[in-house]
């Protein structure tokens, strides 16, 4: 289950290492996307990324892909969109695309400044819905976010965090128009910025759910378990089938805890 309520915070990444003298270029679907909780590291300098899901069909012994998820089915699944982020030359999301139905469309579009996102817009149709403006501390880390409900520019939410020293969130509080802490995050990060695990309280004595991941050796999501504070679980696992020239996931397999399946697929384009 992909949490699909956007809470306003950090940004995508670029990672750079040193293979045989050449720099490595890894990019993040992280911030403004459905992967702000866990971040998905890419291979490659990407433009681009779309992901389609689709039902799994038995066929032959095998699973097929079937027809793609209904706004109905991902509803009733409380699963997520299809979407397309893009990216510029830098890494940095400039716009991110979820598509319900084909008919509805919710975008997310950045405002970058001096290589930092300051302001994303978030669009329903042709209208701006909200904005929200971002603060910087001293590493250039996120601080904190408010968002503001579009022409009228009332204040709905604000968000504070503290990062990690590559800048991904470790802690996030949330609070409501009357400065009100509604919601705390915590996340265990792994030595790769890998979130191994999420907790959210209501309240300093109050554990609202918790949420645990693992990897594969590539680095890409395999499991998922949550549990909140009335005992209700839910988990899936995910197996990859196909791979890019670049290393990057093409096919996965989503194994669901009542035992349907979804495949997802992906495209890329690089620079």
Request: charged share 25%; hydrophobic share 30%; aromatic share 16%.
């Amino acid at each position: 289950m992909k949490n699909l309520v956007l809470f306003i915070s950090a940004f995508a990444f670029i990672i750079s290492g040193c293979k045989n003298d050449e720099p490595v270029r890894t990019t993040a679907l992280y911030e403004f996307t459905l992967f702000r909780n866990y971040p998905e590291f890419l291979n490659g300098q990407i433009k681009s990324v779309n992901e389609q899901c689709f039902w799994a069909v038995e066929r032959d012994s095998d699973f097929v892909k079937g027809e793609p998820l209904s706004r109905s089915d991902r509803d009733s699944l409380k699963w997520s969109s299809d979407f397309t982020v893009y990216f510029n030359e830098e890494g940095k999301l400039t716009r991110n695309d979820d598509y319900y139905t084909p008919d509805e469309t919710r975008s997310w579009v950045t405002e970058i400044e001096n290589g930092l996102i300051v302001k994303v817009t978030n669009i329903r149709g042709n209208a701006e819905y909200t904005y929200a403006i971002a603060t910087f501390d001293t590493d250039n880390h996120w601080e904190s976010v408010k968002q503001y409900r579009a022409g009228v520019d009332t204040l709905m939410s604000s968000y504070t965090f503290a990062t990690n020293p590559d800048g991904y969130i470790r802690e996030s509080k949330t609070f409501n128009s009357l400065g009100e802490n509604t919601r705390t995050w915590y996340y265990d990060i792994d030595e790769n910025n890998r979130t191994t695990a999420l907790k959210i309280y209501f309240s300093p004595d109050s554990l609202l759910s918790t949420t645990k991941y693992s990897y594969n050796e590539k680095g890409f999501n395999t499991s998922v378990e949550f549990e909140n504070s009335k005992g209700v679980t839910n988990n899936w696992k995910v197996e990859y089938s196909d791979y890019d020239d670049m290393d990057n996931w093409l096919t996965c397999t989503i194994t669901l805890k009542d035992g349907q399946k979804i495949i997802l697929e992906r495209k890329y384009v690089y620079y």
